[in-house]
């Protein structure tokens, strides 16, 4: 008995390697903007949804803020995630099937550069054996790739290499990222280990931005727009966050999430994953069952060359949207990730009509 | 549209300034395995859990219930974290309710919690803006000034937030799990008790706790299924309503924010409520520091515009008057600031079950949670009944 | 550089920027199981406990992951074990075990099952190998933490160490060889008068607060001892501060500059009687909202120069201004507010 409910409208601000502009600043526009591609105005919406996270802008109740970007009189019907906006996108995807309302804007703004993110994403560790111990997140991400390398599957330095290199060219085209310079993976190959054996490249590269969407339900999707995203399924998941307990070299919670989303099997045209690290993107293909010479995989470049926490997660949701909306895809996969090595894994599958 | 929902279990710590005695997962399962005792489950039970609790710094741990997955034996499940700082608690439990009321999981658990003793409360939720101008004067010295304007606006004797302070004390000696038991506590004693921020007193403050509380929301069978095996009560959700306004702006009322206004008359209409006094049997509102309490009952129309003082002067909100108010003796008497909304929600749903032990009012057929957070912005609050909706 | 009491920075297009660190000293309560578990480490004994599924976690499993059940089995296990996995810190960072190149590692004790995460001291990372076998650094001064570990060395030969404990030695001895940031964290399970067990953590993050280019009129206004709002292009309301170049309520640009006050009248206010960490401002005092004179939102300051219990709502109020010398891009600035002695504005509606 589940509402038909549909990606409308997508604004993303393009990114920017460190940012200047308050978390207002970014969205305001961001929101504006997302409305206007919506054709909706402010008043006609029935929910709003954001994510964020107080520890990457150092400030408690930092999302308060952020409903200055909105207008919000009268008062509105608001709530917040401490996570990535694509969380956020779930808790108004499931507002809307109790039928409460029938349209959310869902935002999310990330302005990763403000502190050392490697360093502040240590606090999401177990707070009396390892956070203690001050790994930051990369380093638990290379003792990942580490597991995955030695496991002698798909994961291989040069498939890294691979990933990094179609990320840096795909990100050069993107007119939301529009930096890097292009390399082969030979080259990439080449260049020395950040935390080996995750060379800089492999990682994501941490940038400010901020991004929109516009979630209508059946036929207010269909008065809104001509060709609706519509999220034929949706699923969250999370793994054990202790390393040592699970295996490294698969993502479980994506697996059974994708299950959930009604993801397996079928002709996907392209996927939007969220990999922070090279070697993440494959073990999420695998999960997922996605083979890169039948789906085209980050056409947007993915997190690797541009990943602005708490907002990347929603910015896969709006890129593979923007391809159904466009008519370029029938059929995509968009996936968040949350937590240490790909902890916790959200995965939705959008359609065409 | 929706699917039913209710409230088959209810667990709670005791909460108080320090609980040494355990980490923060031992003080997140003390609530979880009540609530699910008090449900008739295991936690195998559950499909999906929903988390809450108020800013990071508070523990300095970035998005615990990530690292909390294990305790909860949430692998493979979907777990959930909602932030609307104060009224998160409130929040939480309607996106978990909104889980089951959506269609898309049929046991829900849901918990709120805080571990404040771990770091300093005060320091953690006011830390200085750069180009700001720092008054240090906290949260009370936030709305101090608020209360100040209500006292003015109405002409409020000033002996009613002691009132307040006394009855919610009061009622918090039935309740077990509370934090403050002020024993003796008169007004007398409340009017000399010395001013923190004045208007409010210290006496009319709430505590800083630790504490966590948890609620199992399920559909329709599951509680039809519960009630038939156990002969124990459910608590119905008749509807549920948010609001949000900024938190400045130019003519911005903060003593009866339009939000809380537009929030309660949300709830009404979905519930089908009329006339608010006489068809709610208890109210559990976020009242943290005592002057709220007549505020409140004015802002969510109980009571009409400056009268709100009057029925706390006349006896109505307690335990024994005709609209009961935080018979578990509120915020006030414990402040677990993540747990809190959660709190109110919960205690509301004991009150349906008839679980609230000593603090039971007699006979609570619907019952009211309210929680509210930020600038006097945020508001959440939901109507629960023992019959159907 | 710095202004008042703030330290700032002005970026190429003027905007201002200033440090921002939360550092504070958390103390944990960690209840039985991490206790017991820290307790062992301090005397050099690892303990860990059994799962439903017979697996052995050091760190202890508080609860069992698979069943939610508390877990009371415990387990003893050696000060050898098995890397499993790891990576390479070729640039230390504050506040990790070691202060040289070292690698981090999955490490399977022996008679555990499941890896806990700890540093491994290496020369290199060419003397790294999963598999590598590798034994205990204590702390000559254990503090009740995962510290009191202070590391792993890497054992030469394949067999199990005959479990004698190692204490430590060497270039790198002792626990806290830490370079800049915090000091050493995690441990001090030292009783406080009720022997409460706490792990003390201080955590240390910095950011680099951005005002916004919004803000830069209003903060280089306040440089100079002008009070800059902006008026929204939409309801004409004007705004002091102007947060954020956005109007809260319209969602529509703030517009013109528009000076404000210095007068101004006091719509509601409170008297501060609670002694609060970094307070310089004695107790009791009264802050207060004020209406700027031009403005039509309120902003928050101290009012002295007047008995707390002379304040009044509608009170006329004029700043009062610290020395010019002393000035930054900060409400500070103004050190004060204190009576005109004007007629209370009688009509004013006490919102705040």
């Known amino acids: 008995m589940s ?55 150092g400030q408690p109740f930092s999302f308060i803020s952020a409903v200055d970007a909105i207008g919000a009189w009268p008062p509105i019907v608001e709530s917040h995630v401490e996570g990535d906006g694509a969380l956020a996108l779930y808790e108004a995807w499931v507002k809307i099937q109790t039928g409460e309302c029938d349209t959310a804007v869902v935002f999310a703004n990330g302005k ?18 390892v956070a203690p111990l001050w790994p930051g997140a990369t380093a638990l991400a290379a003792l990942q790739a580490r597991a995955c390398l030695d496991a002698g599957g798909a994961v291989t330095e040069a498939a890294m290499a691979e990933v990094a290199a179609a990320s840096i060219s795909a990100g050069l085209a993107n007119p939301n990222v529009g930096w890097g310079v292009a390399a082969t993976a030979d080259e990439l190959l080449d260049r020395p280990y950040a935390n080996a054996p995750l060379r800089a490249h492999d990682c994501g590269l941490p940038v400010d931005g901020a991004v929109a969407v ?42 059974i999430a994708a299950r959930h989303a009604g993801v397996l099997g079928d002709r996907i045209d392209v996927a939007e994953l969220y990999a922070p690290y090279s070697h993440q993107l494959l073990l999420l293909l695998t999960a997922l069952g996605l083979d890169p010479e039948r789906t085209s995989i980050n056409p947007s470049g993915g997190a690797l060359c541009a990943n602005p926490q708490m907002a990347a997660g929603l910015v896969r949701f709006a890129e593979a949207a923007d391809r159904v909306l466009a008519g370029t895809a029938d059929r995509a996969v968009a996936h968040s990730t949350s937590g240490p090595c790909l902890q916790q894994n959200l995965v939705a599958l959008l359609e065409g009509e | 549209m929706a699917e039913r929902c209710a409230v088959i279990g209810v667990g709670q710590t005791h909460h108080t300034a320090c609980r040494a005695d355990v980490s923060i997962a031992g003080l997140v399962r003390e609530a979880v395995d009540r609530a699910l005792e008090s449900a008739g489950m295991g936690i195998a039970d559950i499909d999906a859990i929903v988390i809450g609790k108020a800013p990071d710094m508070l523990e300095g741990i970035a998005m615990p219930e990530l690292w909390l997955a294990d305790a909860l034996a949430a692998h493979g499940k979907p777990l959930f974290r909602v932030h609307t700082a104060g009224s998160v608690g409130g929040s939480t439990a309607i996106v978990a309710a909104q889980h089951v009321m959506g269609g898309v999981h049929e046991r829900v658990l849901t918990i709120g919690f805080e571990k404040q003793s771990d770091g300093n409360t005060m320091w953690a939720l006011s830390v200085p803006i750069p180009f700001g101008m720092p008054v240090h004067a ?8 608020i209360v100040r304007t209500y006292i003015a606006r109405y002409d409020v004797p000033l002996h009613i937030g002691a009132m307040v302070a006394v009855k919610d004390r009061a009622n918090a000696l039935k309740n077990p799990y509370a934090h403050l038991h002020d024993e003796g506590l008169t007004l007398e004693k409340a009017m000399e008790s010395p001013m923190l921020w004045d208007p409010i007193r210290f006496v009319e403050t709430c505590p800083s706790s630790d504490g966590a509380i948890a609620l199992v929301l399920t559909d329709e069978a599951t509680a039809d299924a ?12 008749h509807a549920t309503a948010m609001r949000s306004e900024p938190t400045i702006f130019a003519g911005r009322e903060q003593v009866s924010p339009v939000a809380g206004e537009m929030c309660a008359a949300d709830l009404w209409r979905k519930g089908g409520i009329t006339n608010p006094a006489e068809e709610i049997d208890a109210v559990e509102m976020y009242v943290p520091f005592s002057w709220f309490e007549p505020m409140w009952l004015e802002n ?90 | 550089m710095s202004g008042g009491t703030i330290d700032y920075q002005r970026t190429d297009d003027g905007s201002f920027t200033a440090p921002l660190v939360l550092s504070y000293p958390y103390a944990r309560t960690v209840g ?133 404990p190692r204490s430590a030695s060497g270039p790198h001895s002792g626990g806290a060889s830490h370079s800049g940031g915090a000091s050493h964290s995690g441990g001090a399970s030292d009783s406080d008068g009720d022997d409460v067990v706490r792990l003390r953590q ?84 009264v802050a207060a909202q004020i209406v700027l004179d031009g403005a039509d939102v309120s902003m928050q300051h101290l009012i002295q120069e007047c008995e707390a219990e002379d304040v009044r709502i509608g009170m006329r109020v004029e700043p009062v201004w610290r020395p010019r010398d002393d000035w930054g891009p900060s409400l500070e600035n103004i050190e004060y507010f204190r009576p005109t002695g004007d007629d209370d504005v009688a009509t004013i509606r006490a919102t705040s």
């Open chain 1, 112 to 129: 990763t550069t403000a502190g050392t993110i490697d360093r502040v994403m240590t606090l999401q560790l177990d707070p009396y054996t």
């Open chain 3, 202 to 285: 201080p955590i240390e993050v910095a950011y680099e607060w951005s005002a916004g280019p919004a803000a830069t009129a209003h903060l280089e206004g306040l440089l100079e001892g002008r009070l800059v709002g902006r008026r929204c292009t939409s309801c004409a309301q004007v705004y002091f501060p102007p947060r954020n170049g956005v109007c809260p309520r319209c969602a529509a640009p703030l517009g013109d500059e528009v000076e404000v006050g210095p007068a101004g009248t006091i719509t509601t206010f409170c008297v501060v009687n609670v002694p609060f960490l970094g307070q310089h401002v004695k107790i009791p005092y």
């Open chain 2, 300 to 389: 969510l129309g109980f009571a009409p515009k400056g009268d709100g003082w009057r029925w706390v002067e006349d006896g109505v909100t307690e335990m024994t008057g005709s609209l009961p108010v935080n018979a578990s003796g509120g915020v006030l008497s414990s402040n677990p600031i993540g747990a809190s909304g959660m709190l109110r929600f919960g205690e509301a749903a004991m009150q349906v079950m008839g679980i609230a032990g000593e603090h039971q009012i007699s006979d609570v057929r619907k019952a009211v949670g309210h929680a509210y957070g930020g600038g006097s912005q945020f508001f959440a609050m939901w109507l629960l009944g023992r019959d159907k909706p």
């Open chain 3, 32 to 164: 039985n199981t991490l206790a017991r578990f820290f307790t062992s480490l301090r005397d050099r004994r690892i303990e860990g406990t059994r799962g439903s599924d017979g697996r052995v976690y050091v760190p202890p499993a508080e609860f069992d992951p698979l069943t939610g059940d508390a877990c009371t089995e415990w387990v003893v296990v050696g000060e050898t074990g098995t890397i499993t996995s790891w990576a390479w810190q070729g640039e230390p960072q504050p506040d990790q075990p070691l202060d040289t190149p070292f690698a981090w590692a999955l490490i399977r004790l022996d008679g555990a099952d499941v890896e806990m995460l700890h540093a491994v001291h290496a020369a290199s990372p060419d003397a790294v190998t999963t598999g590598g076998r590798v034994t205990v650094r204590w702390s000559d001064a254990p503090e009740g933490g995962i510290n009191d570990i202070v590391c792993f060395d890497l054992i030469a030969d394949e067999r199990q160490s005959d479990g004698e």
């Open chain 2, 138 to 145: 906290g949260a009370g010295g936030y709305f101090s000034p």
């Open chain 2, 226 to 237: 519960h009630v038939a095996d156990t002969g124990r009560s459910v608590a119905w959700i």
């Open chain 1, 214 to 255: 516009v979630l209508a339900a059946g036929d207010a999707a269909r008065s809104l727009c001509e060709r609706p995203a519509w999220i034929r399924g949706i699923d969250h998941r999370i793994d054990t966050q202790r390393l040592g307990a699970r295996s490294l070299t698969e993502s479980a919670s994506t697996a």
């Open chain 1, 3 to 57: 509402r038909d409910v549909a990606i409308v409208a997508t604004a993303q601000r393009p990114m920017e390697t460190h940012t200047l502009l308050t978390s207002v600043e970014l969205l305001a526009p961001t929101l504006i903007g997302v409305l206007e591609r919506a054709g909706i105005e402010r008043s006609e919406v029935g929910f709003w949804c954001h994510g964020s996270c107080d520890y990457m802008s």
